[in-house]
């Protein structure tokens, strides 16, 4: 097959060659450093963007994503059009009406403060990841029950009770005024369900029917004190709230950035850090291509000089160092690509094989880490090895380029 002679040269440059050791040994650790660098930069914005996906999951699947609400509670009969206008909202996933008050939960063994949530089990069962967190019990039994309500495990183990039995819920909000003071209202519940959300939600959220805890606060029953929007992306929240800001003027709207958006904006950060320090190596191992081609052209002098007599052009002769560089790039890229994507498939085995316990995170064992695999993110650190690796030929190969014939073949 026709090859041009600048690839065909090129390429042969690039293999290993007799009596240049110290620079095939050189080539050598350049193409090992950028496919180390790959490999290591798919493993870890791999397991960062599990850690991110388990942070969405666990933490805002229960805080509300956005929340809008108005300045009085909002009648039952004033809730379905609000909700029908909100969930024509580009990235509204559904919206559910809620009532929410600080309340204490109380055993016979212990009490605990909890943010107790009323929910229309309708609703929350299109929408939210409640559902499908229930160890024991189900959200549909909630809504059978009255003076229900659900508690996660964790909260259950505190307490030290059961599904079927009952706590006591006191609540300060629209507290009666007695001789003796404000005395909160309180009544029994029983428990008759149990979820697992794997975060410190669990320990913070308790729910009950939406007429049963309006009630509880001296409520109408049925009258909601805002909604809740569950959103296809959370991090599309900002999006919402300026959507809702231009079309329900009358409305307040807050997102869960206020609460949380600390915490996920450490993360970004971290990933952003890792991604610069680990594209960093694959700098280093790509300009040690630099080296590389200096000592290559140093030694081959006489043969630039050969070749340009029989007609290469300067140009020509750029390629050829070029594309030796550039190959050392593209094997390394590709060779750290697909080993960079077995290590991630094999992850749980590689920290089993090599005894390297991790911290351990709800759902997963010691030697187990969260993976979220995106080929977008894959293709862009392959090209940018690639990148790197051609930007480090340009000023070797030109300098290849610049030697004068007579100069290089004077004593030869």
Not at 13 to 36: D, E, P, W
Request: aromatic share 8%; charged share 15%; glycine share 8%.
């Amino acid at each position: 097959m026709f090859r041009p002679a600048a690839v065909f040269i090129g390429l042969r440059y690039a293999r290993a060659q007799k009596g240049s050791g110290f620079v095939s040994f050189i080539n050598f650790f350049s193409t090992a450093g950028i496919l180390l660098g790959v490999m290591a930069l798919i493993v870890v914005v791999s397991v960062m963007n599990g850690f991110e996906r388990e942070l969405k999951q666990r933490i805002l699947g229960l805080v509300p994503q956005v929340v809008v609400s108005q300045q009085q509670f909002i009648p039952h009969s004033e809730q379905q059009p609000l909700i029908t206008a909100l969930s024509a909202l580009e990235s509204v996933k559904g919206v559910v009406p809620f009532v929410e008050s600080q309340a204490i939960i109380q055993s016979s063994q212990q009490m605990a403060g909890v943010q107790l949530i009323g929910i229309d089990a309708s609703y929350e069962q299109q929408v939210s990841p409640l559902p499908a967190a229930m160890l024991e019990g189900s959200i549909a039994e909630l809504a059978d029950t009255k003076y229900g309500i659900v508690i996660s495990r964790a909260l259950a183990r505190k307490l030290g009770v059961g599904v079927g039995q009952r706590i006591r819920l006191s609540v300060m909000e629209g507290a009666r005024h007695t001789p003796f003071g404000q005395m909160p209202n309180q009544r029994k519940f029983t428990i008759v369900g149990l979820f697992q959300m794997g975060s410190e939600a669990d320990l913070q959220f308790a729910y009950a029917r939406l007429t049963d805890t309006a009630r509880l606060i001296r409520q109408a029953p049925g009258s909601a004190e805002g909604l809740r929007l569950y959103l296809t992306d959370a991090f599309l929240a900002p999006q919402v709230v300026n959507a809702i800001d231009t079309n329900f003027k009358d409305m307040e709207v807050t997102s869960w950035q206020q609460s949380h958006g600390d915490l996920f904006a450490a993360v970004s950060m971290e990933k952003k850090m890792m991604w610069f320090m680990l594209l960093l190596i694959i700098a280093v191992a790509a300009f040690n291509i630099i080296s590389a081609l200096f000592l290559i052209v140093a030694n081959k002098q006489g043969e630039v000089a050969i070749l340009q007599t029989l007609g290469l052009s300067p140009a020509q002769i750029t390629q050829v160092f070029m594309i030796q560089g550039c190959a050392q790039g593209v094997i390394g890229a590709l060779v750290g690509t697909i080993t960079g994507l077995v290590v991630v498939f094999n992850l749980d085995a590689v920290l089993a094989l090599t005894g390297i316990q991790v911290v351990a995170t709800p759902g997963y064992d010691a030697f187990s880490l969260p993976v979220d695999l995106r080929y977008s993110q894959i293709i862009a650190i392959a090209f940018m090895a690639i990148l790197l690796s051609f930007v480090a030929t340009l000023y070797p190969a030109r300098q290849a380029a610049s030697i004068e014939p007579a100069e290089a073949l004077r004593y030869d």
